[in-house]
Every structure is written in structure tokens, then in C-alpha cells.
């Protein structure tokens, strides 16, 4: 069971905003560990597309943000194409460990 | 462009040790900027953190798999390993390998394609 909650699925049109959250604790997101997103597409190995809350590597879309509110960060992809449906993974440290949330499957319909 | 790639057995018998390496390429694999880590995804679920090495040789694993881990770096090689003894059908996993950039978020920014390992006799 993980320490991170995400909601299991979420579904938006094209050109639409969805968010996706990921509820930690005060032991985690909601202390000074930051959260990092990533996308997996089937098949495919994750890729980071949010890091330290807010933070885009270099070459992710700018319609992809980060932000974070208490013990609750979010994911939010503006402009919803069809290429963003995937799954999202929420990450964040524990103390010195690493942890993984549950997974979101994103649906573009 | 760094690459990791994993490799090892696709198949490994209840009880025995997983033993996998990661072959970093493009890249040194000696610098105190980065950490080395294994992740795992069981079929049809999410991912879990088994564990990560850092420069200082430092090793950090799941709480729950720490019993029945080791990871080790091999600089002259440009490797690192993953070997998970006892195994069960439990571990049956897609394992992947990749770069931790260190820093105030796990941040893993180059993963490999991940390799299958099934357990079963």
C-alpha cells in the first residue's frame, strides 16, 4: 500500500484541463520532501515530467505544471491531447526513502 | 546521451537470487551529482522503489525488501547490480534501472526499457 494516494483514474477531452492529486502526510509531501511526476506510457518506461514540485526538465510541454498545497501536490495538464494518455506517478521521499504513489490512468476521450 | 540498459535472467526459480545489471553508457557512472537506483513494476500494477546507491557507496532500500537486498556499483565496469535473494512469486516484476539525479526530489532521469523477471519453477 502506498504512501502516496492518487485517484485511480481521471478522463478529460481534448483541450481540456484535468488535475491529478497526490495526498501524502505530514511525514512526506507535506513536509520539506518534494514531489517529482511521471508519465508512463504502456510499454513504455516512466519519464519525468515534473520534479521538485513545480519544476519542468528541459523538453517537457509547458502544459504540463506542478504545484502543491499543504500535504496535497497536483498535477495539472492544460490542453489535454491525445499523446498525454498514460499513467502518472506521483514520487516523493519518505526520510531517505523513495516513494512511489499508487498510479493515475489518465483517459483522453 | 547516457543510456542504462538492463540485463539478466527473464526467469528465476522460487527461493533462489535475482541477480540483474545495469549497464551505464555515455556516461560515468563515478560522480557525486547522481545516485543509481532499481525500481520494479509487478504486471498490471503500479511502480515501487527497491533501492538506490550513491557515490559514497551509501545504499538506501525499500524498508520492505531490505532484508533481501543488495545493490553494488562496479566503476571499472560502469555497472551496477541488483540482487534480491529469496525470492516468490511476488517478485515477479518488469525491474528497471536508472539515474537519480541527487537533490530535494527523486528525481530519475534516465531509466533503461526495464527486463521481466518471472518467478517460477
Known amino acids: 500500500q502506498s504512501a502516496l494516494t492518487q485517484p485511480a483514474s481521471v478522463s478529460g477531452s481534448p483541450g481540456q484541463s484535468i488535475t491529478i492529486s497526490c495526498t501524502g502526510t505530514?511525514?512526506?509531501?507535506?513536509?520539506?520532501?518534494?514531489v517529482s511526476w511521471y508519465q508512463q506510457r504502456p510499454g513504455k518506461a516512466p519519464k519525468v515530467m515534473i520534479y521538485?514540485?513545480?519544476k519542468r526538465p528541459s523538453g517537457v510541454s509547458n502544459r504540463f505544471s506542478g504545484s502543491k498545497s499543504g500535504s496535497t501536490a497536483s498535477l495539472t495538464i492544460s490542453g489535454l491531447q491525445a499523446e498525454d494518455e498514460a499513467d502518472y506517478y506521483c514520487c516523493s521521499y519518505v526520510g531517505s526513502f523513495v516513494v512511489f504513489g499508487g498510479g493515475t490512468r489518465l483517459t483522453v476521450l | 546521451q547516457l543510456q542504462v540498459q538492463e540485463s539478466g535472467p527473464g526467469l528465476v526459480k522460487p527461493s533462489e537470487t535475482l541477480s540483474l545489471i545495469c549497464t551505464v553508457s555515455g556516461g560515468s557512472i563515478s560522480s557525486m551529482s547522481y545516485n543509481w537506483g532499481w525500481n520494479r513494476q509487478p504486471p498490471g500494477k503500479g511502480l515501487e522503489w527497491i533501492g538506490s546507491i550513491y557515490y559514497s557507496g551509501n545504499t538506501y532500500f525499500n524498508p520492505s525488501l531490505k532484508s533481501r537486498v543488495t545493490i553494488s556499483v562496479d566503476t571499472s565496469k560502469n555497472q551496477f547490480s541488483l540482487k534480491l535473494s529469496s525470492v516468490t512469486a511476488a517478485d515477479t516484476a518488469v525491474y528497471y534501472c536508472?539515474?537519480?539525479?541527487?537533490?530535494?526530489?527523486?528525481?530519475?532521469?534516465?531509466w533503461g526499457q526495464g527486463t521481466l523477471v518471472t518467478v517460477s519453477s
Open positions: 536508472a539515474r537519480g539525479i541527487v537533490g530535494a526530489t527523486p528525481l530519475f532521469d534516465y
Open positions: 505530514s511525514s512526506d509531501v507535506g513536509s520539506y520532501n518534494l
Open positions: 521538485e514540485d513545480n
